[in-house]
Protein backbone atom coordinates (compact mmCIF):
# COMPACT_ATOMS: atom_id res chain seq x y z
CA UNK A 1 0.00 0.00 0.00
CA UNK A 2 1.14 3.30 -1.07
CA UNK A 3 1.68 5.80 2.22
CA UNK A 4 1.49 9.71 1.93
CA UNK A 5 3.21 11.89 3.91
CA UNK A 6 0.54 14.57 2.71
CA UNK A 7 -2.14 15.16 1.14
CA UNK A 8 -1.07 17.62 -1.67
CA UNK A 9 -0.52 14.70 -4.53
CA UNK A 10 -4.14 14.49 -4.08
CA UNK A 11 -5.16 18.03 -4.99
CA UNK A 12 -4.68 17.79 -8.41
CA UNK A 13 -7.14 14.54 -8.61
CA UNK A 14 -9.62 15.55 -6.38
CA UNK A 15 -11.99 18.46 -6.19
CA UNK A 16 -13.97 17.47 -3.09
CA UNK A 17 -12.58 16.37 0.15
CA UNK A 18 -14.89 14.49 2.84
CA UNK A 19 -13.02 14.37 6.18
CA UNK A 20 -13.42 12.42 9.48
CA UNK A 21 -12.94 14.96 12.50
CA UNK A 22 -12.01 12.75 15.79
CA UNK A 23 -8.31 11.03 14.47
CA UNK A 24 -8.05 13.18 11.51
CA UNK A 25 -8.29 16.04 12.15
CA UNK A 26 -7.51 16.71 16.35
CA UNK A 27 -6.91 13.64 18.77
CA UNK A 28 -9.79 14.90 21.14
CA UNK A 29 -8.01 17.60 22.99
CA UNK A 30 -5.79 19.60 20.06
CA UNK A 31 -5.68 19.65 16.33
CA UNK A 32 -2.64 17.30 14.63
CA UNK A 33 0.33 19.21 14.05
CA UNK A 34 -0.07 20.27 9.95
CA UNK A 35 -3.96 20.19 9.74
CA UNK A 36 -4.28 23.52 9.72
CA UNK A 37 -1.89 24.11 6.85
CA UNK A 38 -3.57 21.31 4.73
CA UNK A 39 -7.25 22.35 4.81
CA UNK A 40 -5.49 25.76 3.83
CA UNK A 41 -3.71 24.50 1.13
CA UNK A 42 -6.61 22.93 -0.36
CA UNK A 43 -8.65 25.76 0.36
CA UNK A 44 -6.40 27.92 -1.53
CA UNK A 45 -6.78 25.71 -5.03
CA UNK A 46 -10.16 25.56 -4.73
CA UNK A 47 -11.07 22.52 -3.03
CA UNK A 48 -14.46 21.98 -1.77
CA UNK A 49 -13.96 20.22 1.59
CA UNK A 50 -16.76 18.60 4.21
CA UNK A 51 -16.06 17.76 7.22
CA UNK A 52 -18.40 14.19 8.05
CA UNK A 53 -17.95 12.53 11.83
CA UNK A 54 -19.74 10.34 14.30
CA UNK A 55 -19.72 12.68 17.06
CA UNK A 56 -23.21 12.51 18.80
CA UNK A 57 -23.65 15.90 18.79
CA UNK A 58 -25.24 18.35 15.86
CA UNK A 59 -23.05 20.29 13.44
CA UNK A 60 -22.99 23.57 15.27
CA UNK A 61 -21.75 21.99 18.62
CA UNK A 62 -18.57 20.70 16.37
CA UNK A 63 -18.15 23.70 14.61
CA UNK A 64 -17.48 25.48 17.97
CA UNK A 65 -15.04 23.06 19.39
CA UNK A 66 -13.13 22.76 15.83
CA UNK A 67 -12.66 26.49 16.13
CA UNK A 68 -12.33 26.87 20.25
CA UNK A 69 -8.85 24.69 19.01
CA UNK A 70 -8.27 27.31 17.03
CA UNK A 71 -9.06 26.19 13.55
CA UNK A 72 -10.37 28.71 11.89
CA UNK A 73 -13.96 27.96 10.53
CA UNK A 74 -13.46 29.72 6.82
CA UNK A 75 -10.84 26.12 6.39
CA UNK A 76 -13.85 23.85 5.13
CA UNK A 77 -17.34 24.57 3.83
CA UNK A 78 -19.50 22.54 5.39
CA UNK A 79 -19.78 19.71 8.99
CA UNK A 80 -22.16 16.83 9.00
CA UNK A 81 -22.65 14.85 12.30
CA UNK A 82 -24.38 11.82 12.90
CA UNK A 83 -25.67 13.75 16.23
CA UNK A 84 -27.02 16.08 13.17
CA UNK A 85 -28.79 13.57 11.24
CA UNK A 86 -30.70 11.65 13.90
CA UNK A 87 -31.92 15.03 15.20
CA UNK A 88 -33.39 15.63 11.36
CA UNK A 89 -34.70 12.22 11.51
CA UNK A 90 -36.15 12.51 15.11
CA UNK A 91 -37.91 16.16 13.86
CA UNK A 92 -39.27 14.96 11.06
CA UNK A 93 -40.86 12.07 12.71
CA UNK A 94 -39.24 9.36 10.76
CA UNK A 95 -38.31 7.11 13.75
CA UNK A 96 -41.82 6.72 15.67
CA UNK A 97 -40.04 6.52 19.05
CA UNK A 98 -42.42 8.23 20.38
CA UNK A 99 -41.70 11.11 23.23
CA UNK A 100 -40.53 9.90 26.32
CA UNK A 101 -36.39 8.77 26.01
CA UNK A 102 -33.80 7.28 28.47
CA UNK A 103 -30.88 8.97 27.57
CA UNK A 104 -27.61 7.34 27.73
CA UNK A 105 -24.64 9.97 27.36
CA UNK A 106 -23.25 13.26 29.40
CA UNK A 107 -25.60 16.11 28.78
CA UNK A 108 -22.61 17.96 25.56
CA UNK A 109 -24.71 15.06 23.36
CA UNK A 110 -28.09 16.45 24.32
CA UNK A 111 -27.85 18.90 21.50
CA UNK A 112 -29.12 15.77 19.30
CA UNK A 113 -32.51 16.49 20.43
CA UNK A 114 -32.88 20.45 21.22
CA UNK A 115 -35.91 21.64 20.49
CA UNK A 116 -37.85 18.90 19.67
CA UNK A 117 -40.81 17.62 21.65
CA UNK A 118 -38.92 14.87 23.31
CA UNK A 119 -38.77 14.12 27.14
CA UNK A 120 -35.74 12.92 29.13
CA UNK A 121 -36.59 10.18 31.49
CA UNK A 122 -33.71 7.79 33.81
CA UNK A 123 -36.37 5.01 34.16
CA UNK A 124 -36.51 2.30 32.11
CA UNK A 125 -39.99 1.51 32.87
CA UNK A 126 -41.39 5.34 31.87
CA UNK A 127 -39.24 5.15 28.77
CA UNK A 128 -40.81 4.11 24.76
CA UNK A 129 -36.91 4.25 23.82
CA UNK A 130 -33.07 4.56 23.95
CA UNK A 131 -31.03 7.44 23.00
CA UNK A 132 -27.67 6.25 23.26
CA UNK A 133 -25.15 8.95 22.74
CA UNK A 134 -21.57 7.10 24.45
CA UNK A 135 -20.44 6.79 27.82
CA UNK A 136 -21.29 9.20 30.61
CA UNK A 137 -18.12 10.57 32.00
CA UNK A 138 -19.81 9.41 35.71
CA UNK A 139 -19.67 5.59 35.05
CA UNK A 140 -16.32 5.82 33.38
CA UNK A 141 -15.62 5.80 29.64
CA UNK A 142 -13.38 2.83 29.40
CA UNK A 143 -15.47 -0.54 29.44
CA UNK A 144 -19.39 -0.88 28.86
CA UNK A 145 -19.56 -3.13 32.25
CA UNK A 146 -21.15 -0.06 34.33
CA UNK A 147 -23.95 0.26 31.88
CA UNK A 148 -25.09 -3.11 31.98
CA UNK A 149 -27.63 -2.84 34.46
CA UNK A 150 -29.36 0.12 32.98
CA UNK A 151 -29.00 -1.69 29.29
CA UNK A 152 -30.49 -5.13 30.49
CA UNK A 153 -33.67 -2.90 32.09
CA UNK A 154 -34.07 -1.46 29.06
CA UNK A 155 -33.76 -4.97 26.83
CA UNK A 156 -36.39 -6.53 29.51
CA UNK A 157 -39.05 -4.21 27.94
CA UNK A 158 -37.46 -4.86 24.48
CA UNK A 159 -37.17 -0.94 24.19
CA UNK A 160 -35.94 -0.02 20.58
CA UNK A 161 -32.05 2.11 20.79
CA UNK A 162 -31.35 4.89 18.59
CA UNK A 163 -27.22 4.89 18.73
CA UNK A 164 -25.99 7.92 17.71
CA UNK A 165 -22.60 6.88 17.24
CA UNK A 166 -21.57 3.92 15.43
CA UNK A 167 -18.18 4.31 16.48
CA UNK A 168 -16.89 1.09 18.92
CA UNK A 169 -13.73 3.28 20.19
CA UNK A 170 -11.95 6.46 20.02
CA UNK A 171 -8.75 8.08 20.84
CA UNK A 172 -8.39 10.51 23.63
CA UNK A 173 -4.70 11.66 23.84
CA UNK A 174 -3.34 8.25 24.23
CA UNK A 175 -5.97 7.05 25.61
CA UNK A 176 -8.78 4.64 23.77
CA UNK A 177 -12.79 4.85 25.33
CA UNK A 178 -15.64 3.27 24.23
CA UNK A 179 -18.16 4.84 22.47
CA UNK A 180 -21.61 4.38 22.04
CA UNK A 181 -21.26 1.58 19.41
CA UNK A 182 -19.85 -0.25 21.85
CA UNK A 183 -22.58 -0.01 24.29
CA UNK A 184 -25.36 -0.61 21.07
CA UNK A 185 -23.65 -3.87 21.01
CA UNK A 186 -23.81 -4.74 24.72
CA UNK A 187 -27.50 -3.90 24.24
CA UNK A 188 -28.24 -6.83 22.32
CA UNK A 189 -25.92 -9.31 24.16
CA UNK A 190 -27.99 -8.33 26.93
CA UNK A 191 -31.02 -9.78 24.44
CA UNK A 192 -32.30 -6.09 23.59
CA UNK A 193 -33.10 -5.30 19.69
CA UNK A 194 -30.52 -4.49 17.34
CA UNK A 195 -29.68 -0.68 17.53
CA UNK A 196 -30.76 1.94 14.48
CA UNK A 197 -27.91 3.24 13.92
CA UNK A 198 -26.79 6.94 12.34
CA UNK A 199 -23.68 7.56 10.89
CA UNK A 200 -20.89 5.81 9.11
CA UNK A 201 -20.15 3.43 7.66
CA UNK A 202 -24.02 3.81 6.23
CA UNK A 203 -23.59 5.19 2.54
CA UNK A 204 -26.63 7.09 3.35
CA UNK A 205 -24.82 9.63 5.15
CA UNK A 206 -22.40 10.39 1.79
CA UNK A 207 -25.90 12.32 0.59
CA UNK A 208 -25.65 15.60 2.48
CA UNK A 209 -22.14 15.12 2.53
CA UNK A 210 -22.46 15.39 -1.34
CA UNK A 211 -25.47 17.73 -1.36
CA UNK A 212 -22.93 20.11 0.34
CA UNK A 213 -20.07 19.85 -1.66
CA UNK A 214 -21.86 20.16 -4.68
CA UNK A 215 -20.05 17.65 -6.65
CA UNK A 216 -22.19 15.26 -8.72
CA UNK A 217 -18.98 13.31 -9.70
CA UNK A 218 -17.98 10.94 -6.91
CA UNK A 219 -14.92 9.86 -8.92
CA UNK A 220 -13.46 13.56 -8.31
CA UNK A 221 -14.23 13.03 -4.12
CA UNK A 222 -12.18 11.74 -1.70
CA UNK A 223 -12.38 10.70 1.77
CA UNK A 224 -10.27 10.38 4.48
CA UNK A 225 -10.47 8.71 7.38
CA UNK A 226 -8.69 7.12 10.15
CA UNK A 227 -11.18 3.52 10.63
CA UNK A 228 -11.47 1.10 8.62
CA UNK A 229 -14.79 -0.34 9.84
CA UNK A 230 -16.64 2.95 9.22
CA UNK A 231 -14.60 5.69 7.42
CA UNK A 232 -13.19 3.47 4.57
CA UNK A 233 -16.12 1.19 4.39
CA UNK A 234 -18.71 3.84 4.69
CA UNK A 235 -17.07 5.85 1.73
CA UNK A 236 -16.33 2.38 -0.27
CA UNK A 237 -20.55 1.85 0.09
CA UNK A 238 -21.32 5.20 -1.23
CA UNK A 239 -18.60 4.69 -4.39
CA UNK A 240 -15.91 6.96 -3.12
CA UNK A 241 -12.19 6.53 -2.93
CA UNK A 242 -10.53 6.73 0.73
CA UNK A 243 -7.73 7.05 2.26
CA UNK A 244 -6.55 5.87 5.47
CA UNK A 245 -5.09 8.54 7.92
CA UNK A 246 -2.76 6.61 10.15
CA UNK A 247 -3.54 8.86 12.64
CA UNK A 248 -6.03 8.45 15.87
CA UNK A 249 -6.77 4.61 15.95
CA UNK A 250 -4.89 3.82 13.44
CA UNK A 251 -1.79 4.85 14.73
CA UNK A 252 -3.07 2.85 18.19
CA UNK A 253 -3.49 -0.14 16.27
CA UNK A 254 -0.08 0.33 13.58
CA UNK A 255 2.81 2.53 15.55
CA UNK A 256 4.69 5.49 14.09
CA UNK A 257 6.08 3.35 11.78
CA UNK A 258 3.70 1.39 9.89
CA UNK A 259 4.52 -1.61 7.41
CA UNK A 260 2.60 -1.22 3.82
CA UNK A 261 2.06 -4.87 3.45
CA UNK A 262 0.91 -5.31 6.94
CA UNK A 263 -1.94 -2.10 5.95
CA UNK A 264 -2.44 -3.86 3.17
CA UNK A 265 -2.92 -7.32 5.21
CA UNK A 266 -5.46 -5.63 7.41
CA UNK A 267 -7.67 -3.40 5.20
CA UNK A 268 -8.19 -6.82 2.82
CA UNK A 269 -9.34 -8.54 6.12
CA UNK A 270 -11.68 -5.58 6.67
CA UNK A 271 -12.84 -5.89 3.07
CA UNK A 272 -11.95 -2.10 1.89
CA UNK A 273 -9.71 -1.07 -0.80
CA UNK A 274 -8.09 2.38 0.27
CA UNK A 275 -6.11 4.07 -2.72
CA UNK A 276 -3.50 4.77 0.03
CA UNK A 277 -2.11 5.49 3.27
CA UNK A 278 -1.55 9.21 4.98
CA UNK A 279 0.73 9.82 7.35
CA UNK A 280 -1.22 12.37 9.06
CA UNK A 281 -3.39 15.54 7.18
CA UNK A 282 -0.55 17.81 6.52
CA UNK A 283 0.01 19.32 3.20
Known amino acids: MKILDGVASLADRYDGFILDIWGVLHDGRRPYPGVAEALGGLKARGKRIALLSNAPRRSHVVDALLTGMGLDRALWDATITSGELAWRALDAGQLGYGRRALHIGPER???????LDIELTTDPNAASWVLNTGPDPDRGNGAVEPYAPM??????????????????HVMVGE??????????????????PAATEIGKPDPAVYVPVLD?????????????????????A??????????????????HAHGGAPDPARLASVAAAEGVRPIAALTGLRW
Open 109 to 115: DLSTVEG
Open 151 to 168: LEACAKRGLPMLCVNPDR
Open 175 to 192: HRVICAGALADLYVALGG
Open 212 to 232: ALGIADRSRVVAIGDSPHTDL
Open 234 to 251: GAQGAGLDAVWALTGLAA
